[in-house]
């Protein structure tokens, strides 16, 4: 008897035109050569005597379990997943790694996703790639430059997580003066050679114009080959892909008994985490509904209400991490909602490109919101909403992310009298947001103990380290800055 020869696990464009690669190929490239977004061949269906048993794991049991359906073995052996693993989660500060609270005033479950080293969710997914990059590149003997631009807790996440790694390079753009300090320190104050932040000025649009450079930087395939340029934006599928473990975990700690639906309130900016879920969802865990939640620039808050994607005008509100104009995980969703069609995809891309604007035809709409609520929260009811959960019986105190999900939970509870049981994704650590937390206080009250957390606080009795350049001459700057570092 032979053993039966086991399908490779596959990843291919959204777009449809480049010839499919491995999990390795896919998440060092970052996006497909095509310009498309990577996507499994095959999403892998857990059937409810295997949700059963999942239940008990432990978060990295649970993770291992759940991403070895992704990874295909021969690329990385089970004991290798397992040891990288374990690595990417060593310094989150939570013994269940994203523990659940339950708020018994509001009746909602909090899923805190901000117990890692730099205090948000992007800490959750953005260690294990880069671990995992570093596994596949130290086994190729290459390098590469990890070029970014954060508005937030992407920078920050990566800056950490490449800390130290022989094998990257790791350049982190923000716009200066449009992050909290917090954020800042969190990149400037690593001691680490390989890390290289720049603080650039004279930003108009924030995080959009450097998003332009760093499109820049990729548009020029010799330039993209001589910088050895990839990519930890929430394009890596490895980063969605990660994020799909923190609601099946959730879920387990949640329900009554499995087999039971449940309703995710999420922040929603560039729909990573969202995407997670319904990706979640389509791997058979049982979820009535996505709340995706989003402050006034809601791009997705118009999708999902009127069937419309456009662009639309910054303004500067609270909540800078979902503060993004075009989401770029849409066009995953997109692709695995409209029955994995490239075509399709490609087109609607295409006229976005164009136009700056679809209207979906209505049957398309009604698949895509399917299983989807949205509500738009202003940054009034952000701040009320974290008052009123800080002063009322549970105490606790919420950052302004988690409390927009909270807002729109609270909402769907009054529109619908749900009976199903919600979790809201807190998704940053009230410390990171010290000046929010302060508008929600009484004048001269003292920021409470929950708003600082002890690695902000070192941070502060350490030198700054970073570039800093007017946009203008960032290209330029760059360019010649990581040519430099590579041949040191
Ligand atoms: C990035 C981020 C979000 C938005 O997540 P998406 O995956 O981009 O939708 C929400 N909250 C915080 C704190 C973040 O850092």
Not at 2 to 17: C, V
Not at 61 to 81: G, K, N, W
Not at 138 to 144: D, M, N, V
Not at 169 to 174: N, T
Request: proline fraction near 5%.
């Amino acid at each position: 008897m032979t053993l039966e020869k086991t399908e490779m696990i596959r990843y291919k464009s959204t777009r449809g035109t480049t010839p499919p690669v491995g999990f390795d190929e896919a998440i060092l490239s970052g996006f497909a050569a095509d310009g498309g977004l990577f996507v499994p061949d095959t999403i892998p269906l857990f059937n409810p005597a295997e949700l059963e048993e999942m239940a008990q794991l432990e978060y990295l049991a649970l993770a291992e379990r759940i991403i070895r359906r992704f990874i295909d073995p021969v690329i990385m052996p089970d004991h290798d997943l397992r040891k990288l693993l374990r690595n990417s989660f060593l310094y989150f500060d939570a013994e269940e790694t994203v523990p659940v609270v339950y708020l018994n005033q509001s009746d909602l479950h909090v899923l805190e996703l901000f117990h890692g080293p730099t205090l948000s969710f992007k800490d959750i997914a953005m260690g294990f790639l880069i671990n995992c990059m570093d596994y596949f590149l130290a086994r190729r003997g290459e390098k590469l430059s990890l070029v970014l631009a954060t508005t937030g807790d992407t920078g920050p996440a990566a800056a950490y997580a490449s800390a130290g790694k022989k094998t990257l390079e790791c350049w982190p753009l923000y716009p200066k003066g449009m992050i909290s300090e917090e954020q800042e320190r969190q990149m400037t104050t690593l001691d680490a050679a390989n890390v290289h932040p720049v603080g650039v000025e004279g930003c108009a649009s924030g995080g959009d114009d450097l998003d332009i450079i760093v499109a820049n930087l990729f548009a020029d395939p010799e330039q993209k080959e001589e910088l050895k340029l990839s990519s930890v934006n929430s394009i890596n599928w490895c980063r969605v892909m990660a994020q799909t473990v923190h609601y099946f975990f959730a879920y387990f700690r949640t329900v009554d008994k499995v087999g039971d639906e449940i309703i995710f309130s999420v922040p929603t900016g560039a729909f990573g985490n969202l995407c997670a879920g319904s990706i979640a969802r389509s791997m058979g865990l049982p979820v009535n509904q996505f709340i995706c939640a989003t402050n006034d620039n809601g791009t997705l808050h118009r999708l999902f209400s009127n069937g419309i994607l456009s662009r639309q005008e910054l303004k500067t509100p609270v909540r800078s991490a979902i503060d993004i104009v075009v989401p770029y995980n849409f066009w995953r969703f997109l692709y695995l909602t409209c029955g994995q069609d490239p075509t399709s995809v490609k087109m609607y891309m295409s006229l976005f490109e164009e136009q700056g604007m679809i209207e979906f035809p209505a049957a398309l709409w009604n698949k895509l919101r399917q299983g989807f609520i949205s509500y738009s929260i202003s940054d009034t009811e952000t701040l009320d909403t974290m008052r009123s959960i800080y002063r009322g019986p549970d105490g606790y105190l919420l950052d302004p992310h988690g409390a927009v999900a909270v807002a729109a939970a609270k909402r769907y509870q009054e529109e619908t009298a749900a009976e199903l049981k919600i979790v809201c994704l807190a998704t940053a650590h009230p410390a990171k947001f010290p000046l929010v937390i302060q508008q929600t206080l009484e004048q001269g009250e003292d920021l409470p103990e929950a708003a600082l957390h002890q690695t902000l606080e070192q941070a502060k009795n350490r030198f700054h380290h970073l570039r800093t350049c007017h946009y203008g001459n960032l290209e330029q700057a760059l360019t010649r800055a990581m040519k430099r570092q590579l041949l040191k």
